[in-house]
């Protein structure tokens, strides 16, 4: 995090990480069910969930959480536009990141770092080469 960050702002931004990866899990769970209609919403509240949590990890200065919601971020809209598949062992690998990326928040807010998320990028970049 950069030093000209306000207390402030790091907690506003742990508040938002926090909701947008709720929102996440919960949506994904949408996705790992049998109803049809309602994944397309799902998929568009995901990646758009990814992509905020992608660039206020980046502006904060959390390379590995920001790097991870930009893999994610493109997952979901290959889903969205059709070039990817969802898959069971995609949504798997995406709750794993979607964990580890909620301990790196609370790491955040308990010791002032992120966790290294490289294994997870490492994953998710599997399904989209």
Known sequence: MSQNISAEYLQLFINTAKEALDTLS????????????????????????????????????YTHLSEAMLVLENLFNGIKNGSLV???????????????????ISSIENEGQEIDLTYQVTLLKKFIT
């Open 86 to 104: 969802l898959s069971s062992p995609m949504i798997e690998i995406i709750d794993e990141t979607i964990n580890q990326a909620k301990n790196s």
């Open 26 to 61: 919960s949506r994904l769970k949408l996705l790992n069910s049998d109803n049809e209609l309602i994944k397309p919403d799902a998929v568009s509240e995901s990646h758009r969930m990814a992509h905020t949590l992608k660039s206020s990890s980046h502006f904060m200065g």
